[in-house]
């Protein structure tokens, strides 16, 4: 099993439409969680930290379910704009502590 | 302004030839990471420095060296071993590796190299 897994998609959306992405992890001793956004053929760039508790960034909602081991990125009102890719990263606890990526869920907001 | 720089943008390799990716940053980062992506897949972790003088292997170390003799600089070089070089290399940095503040995990990228064999 991968260490952080995500639905590689691509989730097609119409514009104003919400959607959501699960990642799940598979080591429990995992501590920070991140979501980045790449897109086509650039570097990723941070788009939010996932506290604990969940947390909002205008559009965008980020939250952690430690118990079933999975963090989420919701989107509200989609925008042609956020077409890209969406990285989960995962850091632990112990070990080797450089993130570990997911492989991506890639959304396409349609007009 | 500050940030991560890699060059050169693009890069050309023939066969049997070693050749080095640079990175450099001005953030004032003590740890800096190499990380490998092919078309479609997520990254890979090649290399990381915690600190100076100091550097770890990743998952795919195998036909890769690094060094980093400076806290700015972390450059990457492939060599002939690495029988598969061809893919997109991005550099990145952090305030400091294994911190229990969210903040000093957070990894910021330069722009990368794109990496082609002959």
């Known amino acids: 099993r991968k260490e952080v897994e995500q639905d590689p998609g691509p989730f097609n959306v119409p514009e104003g439409a919400t959607v959501a992405f699960n990642c799940t992890y598979s080591?429990?001793?995992?501590?920070?969680f991140f979501w980045y956004r790449q897109d086509c053929r650039k570097e990723p760039k941070l788009l939010m930290s996932?506290?604990?508790s969940g947390n909002e960034d205008g559009r965008f909602t980020a939250q952690l379910n430690r118990a079933s081991q999975y963090i989420s990125l919701l989107i509200r009102d989609s925008k042609l704009s956020d077409s890209a890719t969406y990285l989960c990263?995962?850091?632990?606890?112990?070990?080797?502590?450089?993130?570990?990526f997911g492989s991506g869920t890639r959304l396409q907001v349609q007009p | 302004d500050g940030g991560i720089t890699q060059s050169p943008k693009y890069l050309f390799r023939k066969e049997g030839q070693n050749v080095t990716l640079s990175c450099e940053q001005n953030l004032n980062h003590d740890a800096m990471y190499w990380y490998r992506q092919d078309p479609g897949q997520g990254l890979r972790l090649i290399y990381y420095s915690q600190i100076v003088n100091d550097f770890q292997k990743g998952d795919i170390a195998e036909g890769y060296s690094v060094s980093r003799e400076k806290k700015e600089s972390f450059p990457l070089t492939v060599t002939s071993a690495q029988k598969n070089p061809t893919a997109f290399y991005l550099c990145a940095s952090s305030i400091e590796v294994g911190q229990t503040q969210l903040a000093k995990n957070i990894q910021y990228f330069g722009a990368g190299t794109r990496l082609s064999v002959l």
């Open positions: 996932v506290y604990s």
């Open positions: 080591n429990s001793a995992s501590q920070s």
């Open positions: 990263v995962v850091i632990p606890y112990t070990g080797r502590r450089a993130l570990t």
